[in-house]
């Protein structure tokens, strides 16, 4: 289980996890929970949902994620930013920029954007992300932040059809794959990376933003 005292006193954000932090068991999806939440108008911006297990975990284009219990990150953050239209595309890029950095952080991997919102160690898949936009009661809009990152799965716990084009950080950090990889650490470092960021794109410094998914950027 994620340690979520240790993680709320150890966070070095201002935001993201600062008021609130939901902790599940098992849910439908963190997004789903978080917009529900939202929707109430009733929560602060930076509100984080976690879960050790999903049951209809999904990604883009009602994709499911699948998650072995305990053995990933599974998250969602609410921001109450009224995005521009011309920015929609930026929160994907924005959650799988700072995913590669806190991997890198703290693992020392060489994790990459792959647009518009995976994240790839060796090319193969170890982090997702998947934005969505609403509103609230008082149709006030916010936006979802949510992802998952492949942590402590091991090879044969993958299917058959993903252990080609799929990995974990445990399995990428060592051959043999039994390497275990503290979750909370990863966790800490995305969420220091997203609030970073965030606050750099709602400070409209997008082209810093921008510059950095360069640099994070897989190349071919």
């Known amino acids: 289980m994620i340690d979520i005292g ?11 996890g600062k008021t609130k932090i939901e902790y599940h068991t098992e849910v439908t999806s963190t997004n789903d929970v978080a917009i529900e939440l939202g929707k109430s108008g ?12 999903q049951t209809a975990g999904r990604g883009r284009f009602g994709r499911t994620w699948q998650a072995p219990y305990g053995k990933c990150i599974l998250a969602s953050i609410v921001f109450r ?3 521009k239209q011309e920015h929609i595309h930026l929160p994907n890029l924005l959650g799988a920029l700072s995913i590669a950095q806190g991997i890198h952080t703290i693992t020392g991997l060489a994790a990459r954007i ?6 790839r160690i060796d090319k193969k898949k170890v982090a997702g992300v998947l934005t969505e936009i609403e509103y609230d009661k008082n149709r006030h809009p916010f936006f979802v932040l949510g992802f998952g990152v ?3 799965i091991s090879r ?5 059809e993903l252990r080609n084009i799929a990995t974990s950080l445990q399995f990428a950090a060592s051959e043999s794959g039994d390497v275990k990889i503290c979750r909370t650490s990863i966790l800490r470092a995305i969420l220091h990376r997203i609030e970073e960021n965030y606050l750099n794109f709602k400070s409209n410094n997008i082209r810093l933003v921008e510059k950095q998914v360069k640099l994070w950027e897989e190349t071919t």
Do not use: S
């Open 6 to 16: 240790t993680l709320q006193q150890t966070l070095e954000n201002r935001i993201i």
């Open 150 to 152: 492949n942590v402590n």
């Open 81 to 83: 930013y009224r995005l």
């Open 156 to 160: 044969k716990e993958f299917p058959i």
């Open 42 to 53: 009733k929560i602060e911006e930076g509100t984080l949902i976690l879960a050790e297990h």
């Open 114 to 119: 792959k647009h518009p919102n995976d994240v």
